[in-house]
């Protein structure tokens, strides 16, 4: 589940969420992204926050999370390791 492929799938699956609408027009594809980046914006802030305090760190996360967590890691230049 952790490789590049999966990771690939999952980000266009969830990216792809946006376009969905109910019934009555309501974007809730749009609004379940947003809770999602939400929880992802609030997990890698967590880890930034302990970042201070230690030199390493150990995340152990759902693969789902992943595609996302790692841009963010990746933009923040620090050094990471695989999954990241």
Do not use: A, C
Not at 48 to 77: A, C, N, T
């Amino acid at each position: 589940m952790n490789s590049e492929e999966s990771v690939e799938k999952l980000e266009k699956i969830y990216l792809s969420s946006v376009t969905i609408t109910d019934d009555k027009g309501r974007k809730t594809g749009f609004d379940f992204l947003n809770k999602w980046m939400e929880r992802e914006l609030m997990i890698f802030n967590n880890v930034l926050d302990v970042s201070d305090s230690y030199d390493r760190i150990l995340l152990i996360i759902g693969s789902d999370h992943l595609w996302m967590l790692r841009r963010l890691f990746e933009g923040k230049w620090l050094e990471s390791y695989q999954p990241f």
